[in-house]
């Protein structure tokens, strides 16, 4: 069959019917320049021809067929940016499910699927393979993946922190002349370098027992120093005067604060409605905040957030979040029988996934991880990237990075401060083992409430007419 050329056959369309979709794309769309898009629209309706009216939705045969011929004739830029104009056309033409349709399609000829990246374990191996030879039998029975008894086996993240840790002490010991065997001088020099490097106190006391744990499972069973143990001892309860540098009292906003941040992102993304993927990325990182606020859990269980499997909603206002013992930071023989499990009374949340799972969320892919890549077609955002989103939102709309864990301590403030009992409360909202763990919020939550209720006391002073005498 002969192509098709998409500009210069007649518009089956008639005058009216265009002009009825100008005066619907300016009242939906005030901001917009309907022109671009109608000439699109019209292009669109001759290529298909008279006997596929422009009233009747496109198929996914023919949104890729046309896709295709305007990339063979304009280049595959151009077609995309044409058809994207049709796309912000087809809510008011055909409806939302079919802008969902163009959208993938756009998307996934523009970026294609990657090839399938290394497995955890696999990147793990071969983490585990830079290690001197000798060594590398002792951590990967460790692996959760190997058999034998679970109570011995480490989580893969720990697992990796433990190898960095001994790779970088390896690089060191051969750098400085040191012997590798763990010493109390020898750390003790190595933790003065760490400092000098700008490694926090608490950090570099974490470094330490990760390189004793490793070289006891890996090098040398059964090794013991109680100098080594000492040093490690000490630094810790030096790290906890001085608290972590990354943790400062300015990132405690307030709970309620970020939740607000989150809705007021979703607000301004349903104002532009579900036209393009920025709008619906806008969306996403909106809920992103208000579920960190709502479900104050760590990135890695916000990664695994998924719309109808871990993330349900029931009968309005309730949402049921159900998390595995994977997404959950535990020792890796308790993870099997554990999980998470909360039933949420929320009704601006229970919206807001409502329409993002309607709406938004389809313009990424057919899937429903609720935190979908933008760069990457069927992906989720991994626990990392979570993370930095949070803080890049946060410090552009408040003025100051706050973390994923962050977010927990607001929380764990918010609930010290606001509730009856809370400091009671907050270790059941944030799962921490130890109530000792929320202690440090609810203390510093006494500061915070002392100074913010002395503040509100010397502005009700000021608003008497007689002289505040200070």
């Known amino acids: 069959m002969m192509k098709r050329d998409i500009e210069s056959r007649p518009f089956p369309a008639s005058a009216c019917y265009f002009h009825a979709v100008r005066a619907a794309l300016t009242a939906e769309r005030p901001d917009l320049d309907p022109d671009p898009v109608l000439h699109e629209l019209r292009a669109f309706s001759a290529w298909r021809g008279a006997d596929r009216p422009l009233a ?39 409806g939302m499910p079919y802008a969902s349709m163009i959208a993938i399609i756009r998307r996934q000829r523009q970026r294609a699927f990657k090839a399938k990246r290394r497995s955890k374990t696999e990147s793990l191996l071969a983490l585990i393979g830079r290690l001197p030879d000798e060594w590398q039998a002792g951590l990967v029975v460790r692996m959760g993946s190997e058999p034998g008894n679970r109570k011995l086996k480490w989580s893969a993240d720990h697992l990796n922190s433990v190898t960095h840790a001994l790779l970088r002490w390896l690089a060191w010991c051969e750098g400085s002349g040191q012997d590798i065997r763990p010493a109390g001088m020898t750390f003790h020099a190595y933790a003065c370098d760490l400092s000098e490097e700008g490694v926090s106190t608490r950090s570099a006391s974490d470094y330490l027992g990760r390189i004793l744990s490793g070289y006891c499972t890996a090098c040398d069973p059964g090794f013991a ?7 490690i001892s000490r630094l810790n309860a030096r790290g906890k005067v001085e608290g972590r540098p990354t943790k400062t009292g300015e990132q405690l906003v307030g709970a309620s604060t970020i939740f607000d941040l989150g809705m007021e992102i979703i607000e301004n993304a349903r104002a532009l409605g579900p036209r393009d993927l920025f709008a619906a990325r806008d969306y996403r990182n909106g809920l992103l905040l208000a ?9 890695r269980a916000l990664s695994h957030f998924d719309i109808g499997r871990t993330v349900m909603l029931l009968e309005r206002p309730c949402l049921h979040i159900r998390l595995p013992g994977s997404a959950l930071k ?31 969320r389809p313009l990424f892919d057919d899937g429903s991880a609720m935190f979908p890549s933008i760069l990457e077609v069927g ?9 930095c989103l949070v803080g890049n939102l946060t410090h552009a709309h408040l003025g100051v990075r706050v973390s994923v864990h962050r977010v927990r301590d607001n929380v764990a403030t918010e609930a010290s401060e606001e509730l009856v009992g809370g400091g009671y409360i907050a270790p059941v909202l944030l799962d921490h083992r130890n109530p000792a763990t929320t202690m440090a919020s609810y203390d510093h939550a006494q500061g915070v409430r002392a100074a913010r209720d002395h503040v509100e006391f010397v502005a009700s002073r000021r608003s008497y007419s007689s002289t505040l005498r200070l």
């Open 56 to 94: 009747l939705p496109p198929t996914r045969h023919e949104v890729e067929g046309y896709l295709t011929e305007c990339s063979t004739l304009h280049g595959g830029q151009l077609a995309a940016f044409k058809l994207h104009r049709v796309q912000t056309a087809a809510p008011t033409l055909w």
């Open 330 to 360: 535990l020792r890796e023989h308790q993870k099997e029988h554990a999980g998470y499990d909360r039933v949420l009374e929320n009704p601006i949340l229970w919206d807001a996934v409502d329409e993002y799972n309607r709406m938004f």
């Open 291 to 299: 579920m960190a606020a709502a479900v104050p859990q760590r990135a």
């Open 225 to 231: 120093s109680v100098a080594c143990e000492h040093v």
């Open 379 to 387: 992906a989720r955002v991994s626990a990392a990237r979570l993370g």
